[in-house]
Nanobody, 132 residues
Framework: QGQFVESGGGLVQPGGSLSLSCEAS??????????IGWFRQAPGKEREGVVC??????????YYIDSAKGRFTITRGNAKNTVFLQMNSLKPEDPAVYYC?????????????????????WGQGTQVTVSS
């Protein structure tokens, strides 16, 4: 199975923005067959799902955790293998290593939540730091 490569992290001041990229390597990221999610892990904390999305013929969904609603946006790139996470109004509680991962269609990503244990193909992550 393939893997993801994340990029775009960096240091930003509170209130600033970053755009993270996630590129699938070794497989085609077709949302008819996969759900895609962005996750983050801060030092000493468990990895948490931030946002996920899937689409199917029967319909799709995007789920954001409460702290990401209105600030973060997940989108697909024109190239099928790329997904982005636009992060605006970054806060001191947002710093973490951000990862993307995929789950088989019908698993992991739901209109009401994310099950991180259904996701795999984790990349190395990209560090996001928020500091003045």
């Amino acid at each position: 199975q393939g893997q993801f490569v994340e990029s775009g992290g960096g240091l930003v001041q509170p209130g600033g923005s970053l755009s993270l990229s996630c590129e699938a390597s070794g497989f085609t990221l077709d949302l008819d067959y996969y759900a895609i999610g962005w996750f983050r892990q801060a030092p000493g904390k468990e990895r948490e799902g931030v946002v996920c999305m899937y689409s199917r013929v029967s319909g799709g969904a995007t789920y954001y955790i409460d702290s990401a609603k209105g600030r973060f946006t997940i989108t697909r790139g024109n190239a099928k293998n790329t997904v982005f996470l636009q992060m605006n109004s970054l806060k001191p509680e947002d710093p973490a290593v951000y990862y993307c991962a995929a789950a088989d269609s019908g698993h992991g990503c739901y209109s009401h939540g994310i099950n991180k244990y259904d996701f795999d193909s984790w990349g190395q992550g990209t560090q996001v730091t928020v500091s003045s």
